[in-house]
């Protein structure tokens, strides 16, 4: 018999922990952080005692058979290694609240990814850029290739997201098919990935999918006919080239450096419009480990040398050089580092916000961050795209795969989704177990 678990992320935009369990073995996805408003910049999580913290806060889910033997022992769960069934995780994708709690798992559970994946999550770890640690474990799968695990056989299929790397999985049991979306979108540079997607998992009994944009206002999904959006990533591009050439002085881009593939594009499509990328080190450190052909510099407002392996050779610009041409470069500054704009705002023309923190006003920073803006007196434009499909697409993937039973969640109004051509619609509640 196969039961889906629910453990979070039903009704929030993060932390999705879903388990399929079989006679044989549990399969997790994805493990990033759930109620992640709980955690508090002010308070420390104790030292050695940082998985049993966010545990007892409800950040990480309490699951038997994925904690080293002091944590789950101390949480009163089984350890790594002392469940009958194997356990397994599996990751859609590199976004914190997707894999955040990776680095709480115990060191030998097998974590698979897509191959993508693993390479942006080990350099993520070579930035600093992780939560606690590396896990040691983690096992790529390529696109379209399966693991069985047990009575479990996962199949990684691409998705189009703003990350590179992204997947989702048609998970299959002797008992049925589930298939799972993780995050997706119609707008980037793929969309055919996605449209894909649908077509690889078409019929799958059981379909679990985000809804992150039918969260904000109300959605008549059955209406829908049609894309209302108007930008892409291709338009994105678009405005960057006329950005490029209109601007008299420095741009600076404060873009999610996980989206690496973006950068991409502008360092290959601005570079006969006079303008080099100056990015930071780890933005950098990530273009070059899938993009390893293309040029541009490393920004150190002081210069010095570069440490990370893949920015080795790597041209460092510094603040001076910029100052003194400042219409060469496209600077891209993540948030943490945005004091760096009291000394350059002289020679800054143009502010892009495009999908860096703090991204939207939940975020207490967001305010801070534009008042900051306003004092320095920059012109800045908002033109961030986001990674998720508009609902019209999210319905119409559905529509495709057609499942026997839909379960909307990553989203704050799951109840709003509706599609006609699934047989049943459910929406759990944390805690809860469905059977196949
Ligand atoms: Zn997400
Ligand atoms: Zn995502």
Redesign the pocket.
């Given at each position: 018999m196969t039961k889906l678990k629910f453990y979070s992320g039903l009704r929030e935009?993060?932390g999705?922990v879903v388990a399929v369990e079989t006679k044989k073995a549990i399969c997790i996805f994805d493990f990033?952080y759930a109620h992640a408003d709980r955690i508090d910049d002010k308070v420390k999580v104790r030292p050695g005692k940082e998985t049993t913290d966010l545990v007892n806060l409800g950040v990480l889910d309490r699951v038997d058979g994925i904690y080293e033997e002091k944590d789950a022992h101390e949480l009163g769960l089984k350890a790594y290694g002392e469940t009958e069934r194997e356990v397994f995780v599996i990751i859609s994708?590199m976004?914190i609240?997707?894999m955040g709690g990776l680095g709480s798992l115990a060191n030998n559970l097998p974590v698979y990814m897509s191959r993508e994946s693993k390479i942006l999550y080990h350099e993520l770890g070579v930035m600093g850029e992780l939560e606690l640690r590396e896990h040691e474990n983690v096992l790529p799968i390529d696109y379209d290739a399966s693991v069985t695990v047990g009575d479990i056989k996962v199949t990684c299929i691409q998705v189009d997201h703003d990350v590179k790397g992204a997947c989702g999985f048609l998970i299959e049991t002797e008992d049925g098919t589930l298939c799972y979306t993780?995050?997706y979108r119609y707008h980037g540079y793929h969309p055919e990935i996605s449209r894909e997607f649908a077509r690889k998992c078409k019929g799958a009994d059981y379909m679990i999918t985000?809804g992150?944009t039918i969260s904000f206002g109300d959605v008549d999904m059955l209406s829908l006919e049609g894309s209302v959006r108007e930008t892409s990533e291709w338009t994105l591009l678009e405005d960057m080239k006329m950005h490029a050439a209109e601007e008299e002085g420095l741009i600076v881009i404060n873009n999610y450096n996980r989206n690496v593939e973006r950068v991409h594009h502008m360092i290959t499509e601005l570079k006969d419009r006079g303008r080099t990328l100056a990015l930071e080190p780890e933005q950098g450190d990530y273009v070059a480990a899938f993009y390893p052909e293309d040029y541009f510099e490393v920004y150190l407002p002081e210069g010095g040398e570069l440490k990370a392996p893949l920015l080795k050779g790597k041209k460092v610009v510094t603040r001076k050089e910029i100052k003194e041409s400042p219409k060469k470069y496209i600077l891209q500054q993540d948030y943490k580092n945005v004091y760096e704009l009291f000394e350059l705002k002289e020679c800054i023309s143009l502010y892009l916000h495009m999908d860096g923190a703090p991204l939207g006003d939940y975020d207490p920073s967001f305010k801070k961050f534009y008042d900051l803006l306003s004092v320095l007196g920059l012109k800045s434009i908002k033109c961030g795209l986001g990674?998720?499909a508009e609902p019209y697409y999210l319905r119409k993937t559905v529509d495709e795969i057609a499942p026997k039973t839909l379960i909307p969640l990553?989203s704050f109004r799951p109840e709003q989704f509706k599609s006609a051509s699934v047989g049943q619609i459910i929406l759990p509640n944390e805690g809860d177990t469905i059977e196949f």
């Amino acid at each position: 018999m196969t039961k889906l678990k629910f453990y979070s992320g039903l009704r929030e935009i993060g932390g999705t922990v879903v388990a399929v369990e079989t006679k044989k073995a549990i399969c997790i996805f994805d493990f990033g952080y759930a109620h992640a408003d709980r955690i508090d910049d002010k308070v420390k999580v104790r030292p050695g005692k940082e998985t049993t913290d966010l545990v007892n806060l409800g950040v990480l889910d309490r699951v038997d058979g994925i904690y080293e033997e002091k944590d789950a022992h101390e949480l009163g769960l089984k350890a790594y290694g002392e469940t009958e069934r194997e356990v397994f995780v599996i990751i859609s994708h590199m976004h914190i609240d997707h894999m955040g709690g990776l680095g709480s798992l115990a060191n030998n559970l097998p974590v698979y990814m897509s191959r993508e994946s693993k390479i942006l999550y080990h350099e993520l770890g070579v930035m600093g850029e992780l939560e606690l640690r590396e896990h040691e474990n983690v096992l790529p799968i390529d696109y379209d290739a399966s693991v069985t695990v047990g009575d479990i056989k996962v199949t990684c299929i691409q998705v189009d997201h703003d990350v590179k790397g992204a997947c989702g999985f048609l998970i299959e049991t002797e008992d049925g098919t589930l298939c799972y979306t993780g995050d997706y979108r119609y707008h980037g540079y793929h969309p055919e990935i996605s449209r894909e997607f649908a077509r690889k998992c078409k019929g799958a009994d059981y379909m679990i999918t985000e809804g992150v944009t039918i969260s904000f206002g109300d959605v008549d999904m059955l209406s829908l006919e049609g894309s209302v959006r108007e930008t892409s990533e291709w338009t994105l591009l678009e405005d960057m080239k006329m950005h490029a050439a209109e601007e008299e002085g420095l741009i600076v881009i404060n873009n999610y450096n996980r989206n690496v593939e973006r950068v991409h594009h502008m360092i290959t499509e601005l570079k006969d419009r006079g303008r080099t990328l100056a990015l930071e080190p780890e933005q950098g450190d990530y273009v070059a480990a899938f993009y390893p052909e293309d040029y541009f510099e490393v920004y150190l407002p002081e210069g010095g040398e570069l440490k990370a392996p893949l920015l080795k050779g790597k041209k460092v610009v510094t603040r001076k050089e910029i100052k003194e041409s400042p219409k060469k470069y496209i600077l891209q500054q993540d948030y943490k580092n945005v004091y760096e704009l009291f000394e350059l705002k002289e020679c800054i023309s143009l502010y892009l916000h495009m999908d860096g923190a703090p991204l939207g006003d939940y975020d207490p920073s967001f305010k801070k961050f534009y008042d900051l803006l306003s004092v320095l007196g920059l012109k800045s434009i908002k033109c961030g795209l986001g990674g998720h499909a508009e609902p019209y697409y999210l319905r119409k993937t559905v529509d495709e795969i057609a499942p026997k039973t839909l379960i909307p969640l990553h989203s704050f109004r799951p109840e709003q989704f509706k599609s006609a051509s699934v047989g049943q619609i459910i929406l759990p509640n944390e805690g809860d177990t469905i059977e196949f």
